[in-house]
T-cell receptor
């Protein structure tokens, strides 16, 4: 069964500094990978996805993520963090074949310090 | 384009009662998935509906059931509520026709069981 690990509970970063949120995955076959962001008392908002092709994918709000098949990782990155990026970030994976079930990590709280 | 909507926003029920949560999918989306997000956790897949039939189920007991209607909207029903059912319930829609793969989430229904 597919699964995701987000090893850090919280990521603290100063405003203007690079932001990285880590994610590793486990899936049989080729993965579809996603990042979502959740603000307090809100649903999940889609940021970006990797399906196939270029290992570096760009998404909303200046975020990007790098797919690394050998390390089974899909880390989320932003070159310059904003205070408004403070939120809960979830990595998710689904298998290439089968239904559209997503397996989520436990989430990472990102705190951007002014 | 109308996004995913859910009702009600908040709900308080007593242990043993039954509850129905509702979801309207995003325009053009024919697949609806339901997730349970306990406090401090990532969303857990409950089940998915496609063409008005259940199409995949997570590790949830039969007292969690659902429906999908011809207009692709959906209901989640939970019988014999337990204290542990207290969570944010998220509905997500997607389109198999468009093969866009990502799921779009509604704002959720916060269920509290007392």
């Amino acid at each position: 069964a597919q699964s995701v690990a987000q090893p850090e509970d919280q990521v603290n970063v100063a405003e203007g500094n690079p932001l990285t949120v880590k994610c590793t995955y486990s899936v049989s076959g080729n993965p579809y990978l996603f990042w979502y962001v959740q603000y307090p008392n809100r649903g999940l908002q889609f940021l970006l996805k990797y399906i196939t092709g270029d290992n570096l994918v760009k998404g909303s709000y200046g975020f990007e993520a790098e797919f690394n098949k050998s390390q089974t990782s899909f880390h989320l990155k932003k070159p310059s963090a904003l205070v408004s990026d403070s939120a809960l970030y979830f990595c998710a994976v689904r298998e290439l074949y089968g239904n559209n079930r997503l397996a989520f990590g436990k989430g990472n709280q990102v705190v951007v310090i002014p | 384009e109308t996004g995913v909507t859910q009702s009600p926003t908040h709900l308080i029920k007593t242990r043993g009662q039954q509850v129905t949560l509702r979801c309207s999918s995003q325009s053009g989306h024919n697949t609806v998935s339901w997730y349970q997000q306990a406090l401090g956790q990532g969303p857990q897949f409950i089940f998915q509906y496609y063409r008005e039939e259940e199409n995949g189920r997570g590790n949830f007991p039969p007292r969690f059931s659902g429906l999908q209607f011809p207009n692709y909207s959906s209901e989640l029903n939970v019988n014999a509520l337990l204290l542990g059912d207290s969570a944010l319930y998220l509905c997500a829609s997607s389109s198999r026709v468009l093969l866009s793969y990502e799921q779009y989430f509604g704002p959720g229904t916060r269920l509290t069981v007392t």
